[in-house]
Every structure is written in C-alpha cells, then in structure tokens.
C-alpha cells in the first residue's frame, strides 16, 4: 500500500456520490459546507469533486491558505529584512509573490538582494551553517503543520550552537479562526471539513468545542478524493441525523490528541498570541511567537527596521474571500487585472489561493 | 502549504533518516516522531516527518467506504 492511488479509485468515487445524492434527498435542503485548509481547497479543484456533487452542496473556502491571510506589513517587513546588508532572506516559495504595499521578494531578488527558496526550514539552517559571515532569516510563516518543523530547527540550530540564524515569525492556529467564523451571523456553515495534517498535529479533540458549544459537525478528512467524498457523506450523515460531533475519516494519520511529540515542542519554543489575520483582523490567542527562552531567534526585535506603511489595494477583495463571504468571480479585480502572472492580492499568488483555484480551474 | 507526501523510511539514524517515494529519496529529521522505523510510512512535510501512517487504519477506511457504497437506501436514515 502506498497510501495515494488507493483512495482516488473511480468506481468507490461514482458509489459514494451517489450516496450524497441519496442522503441530500432526504436531507431536503441545501448545505453549506465550509473546508478551512488550501490543500483541499485545490483536491477538491484539481479532482472536480464539485462537478459530482448536487447542486445543493456548496463548498465554501475559508482562511485555509498560510500565504493568505499573512497581512501585507509581514511582507513589507521581510522586503525591509532583504535590503540589510549582510542578510539572506529565505522563504518557501509560495511567498515569493505576494504584493506587499509596494514591492514583492521576487522583485526584490530581481533587484539584487539575497532571497532564496527552501524546501525545509533546515535547509536554511543549513545555509546559515555554510555562510557564518552572513545572517540568514527565515519567514516563518504557516499552520500547526509547518510551526512544529520551525520549532525543531531552532532546537536543530541551538545543539549545533549556529548564531547566525533568525527566524520571522508568523505562524498561525486554526481553531481560533474557527471559532470566530462560527460566531459571524453572516456566515451560515453547516460542517466543517477539517484539515487534515494540522489535524495530525493538534488531534481531533481540539475541534471538540465546535460541536459541544456552537453544534457545528466536523469531520477530519484526507486530502485525497475518496476521503473527501467519504468526509463529506460523514458530514451529511451529522446534518440528517441532528448530531453534531467531532469525527475523523483521515483516521490512518490524525489521533485523538494529535503528535504530542510535536506539540510538546510546540510548547516548548512557541508561546501563543494575538495574531492579525487578512480579512478577519486581530484574532486573539490565534499566533505564535518565540517564548522567552527563543527571543535570540526573533529576526523582527534582533533588527530594527523601519517598514513603509501598509497598503492595499483598494480593489482587492481577499478579504472577503478567505472568511467565504465572496466567491474570487465577484471581485472586480478577478481575471481582469488580478491573475496568476500579475497577482493582486494574496489569493492570486498562492497555489492554494481561492482565486488561484478559480482560475486554473474554473468554477462550478 | 500543509501538504504532506507519504514516504518509507529505508534507513534511520538518530533523530535523521532516509525516506523514499516513487524513486525519489530524501534525508528528513525524525524530530517530530520518536517512534517511527525503517520500515515505515511518514508523512514529510518541509523536511519533516510529521507522523507515522496506519497501514491498518488506512485499510479500515477502505473497507468503510466500500460499506458505505454497499448501503441501502433504508439503511441511511435510520
């Protein structure tokens, strides 16, 4: 077994699209469900998993995209960190090109300045090890996936005693924004479907107060298309039966209290914090920054920069994108001036963006 | 961003090891799993494994799913 072409056989597809068929008949009524990890917002594009649904479903994409909901003055700050002497800025790719108010990384490397794409936050340690006469920082930007391989490199880099390695840190927890999607009176979600490798780390009983508290259903899913489709039959199953739960489908990786190896780490060099999100603003206890013993780390109070004030576009709907209050269509912007090769906004420039899925693939 | 690729460990060193997928190698830290082997299917995520997959588990899905195709319209909204 190899864990992949298993789960995208056709024939178990076709059955199980037709059981939600089956189940939205008796259910009646539409459903809105909303998936809050990018990884599945483009499974379920790249798969054409709307296409096999009834109408009556409709999948809406929450702010499940790192890149995303980064605010623009995160940008301009790591564009500032590029500009100092002696620095190498390094990053996962997908940073590459998001505007901040004036400037992108691409750009800037374009310009001169010393940016390079990782793959893994050691391989910027890595770099940091082979140039000790440079400082090299790294974004640290992401959910509960990626924030445990942050806080295993900086333990990486304290044993190897490396000094010249920073990190700017932006990491993200998703249940908060959750909970606040939950409590908005504009936005009717009937189930979550859960992400599945921030669901590996952090285990499935921290979506418990949704169900307990605000009677959301949530089901943990795979990435690939039968566990989706099998999620959403599990969702539905909650919806017809009135009984609001907690259930994980990806039950081959996710546990119920999640990697505690990693999030003993995560405890260990992260403290939590008030975080500003695009599109939903400060959203308390949702961030992560270095704790106390781990401040040697933090690229934004080792280098005193200033940063140009923050701007957006004004056309730039991503906003209202990410919290699902708008499909990508209805920005003025979308496809006319905000595409793939000249994003506008963040939704463009991610792979996992919304209006990126919209655009490679169309709509329903 | 989460994206993650299941991959074997074919050879393991302290907290590092190597892993494999269709051909493709790749040395990755262990730091997150303490009590993967070789032998075993990860989940690697930006140079990390991030969990251990159960095969079991993964065949229970499977199963579970084929049970769900085999279901009769009766059966559903009980």
Known sequence: MKFVDEFRNVDVARELSGKIEQTMAHLGRPVCLMEVCGTHTMSIYRHGIKTILPSSIKLLSGPGCPVCV???????????????????????????????????????????HDIRTVYSPLDALALAQRNPDKKVIFLAVGFETTSPTIAGTL??????????????????LIPPAMKLLVQDPELQIDGFICPAHVSAIIGSDAYEFLARDYGIPCVIT??????????????????????????????????KKGNTTALRLLAEVFEKTDAAWRGLGIVPESGLSLAKGYKRFDAGSVFQIACE???????????????????????????????????????????????????KYGTD | ??????????????????????????????????????????????????????????QETLKLME????????????
């Open chain 1, 309 to 359: 004030e923050e701007r957006e576009h004004p056309g730039c709907r991503c906003g209202e994108v990410i919290k699902g209050k708008r499909e990508p269509e209805t920005c003025g912007l979308f496809r006319i001036v905000c595409t793939p090769l000249a994003p506008v906004g963040p939704c463009m420039v991610s792979p996992e963006g919304t209006c990126a899925a919209h655009y």
């Open chain 1, 222 to 255: 795979g990435f690939e298309p039968l566990d989706i489709l099998q999620g959403i039959w599990m969702l539905l199953q909650q919806i017809l039966n009135s009984s609001p739960r907690v259930e994980t489908q990806y039950s081959r990786v996710v546990k």
């Open chain 1, 70 to 112: 980064t605010p623009n003055s995160y940008l301009d700050q790591a564009i500032a960190f590029s500009r100092l002497d002696d620095v190498i800025v390094t990053t996962f790719g997908d940073m590459l090109n998001v505007p901040g108010s004036s400037a992108t990384l691409a750009g800037e490397r374009a310009a001169g």
């Open chain 1, 155 to 172: 333990l990486e880099s304290q044993e190897l005693s490396i000094s010249n390695f920073f990190v700017s840190c932006a990491h993200k």
């Open chain 2, 1 to 58: 961003m989460c994206l993650a690729f299941p991959m074997k460990i074919i050879n393991k060193d302290g907290h590092s090891a190597t892993v494999e997928a269709g051909g493709v190698s790749r040395e990755i830290s262990l730091r997150l799993i303490e009590d993967a082997g070789v032998g075993d299917y990860v989940l690697v995520h930006a140079g990390f494994a991030i969990e251990t997959i159960d095969e079991h588990e993964a």
């Open chain 2, 67 to 78: 049970q769900i195709a085999l279901l009769q319209e009766d059966d559903e909204i009980r």
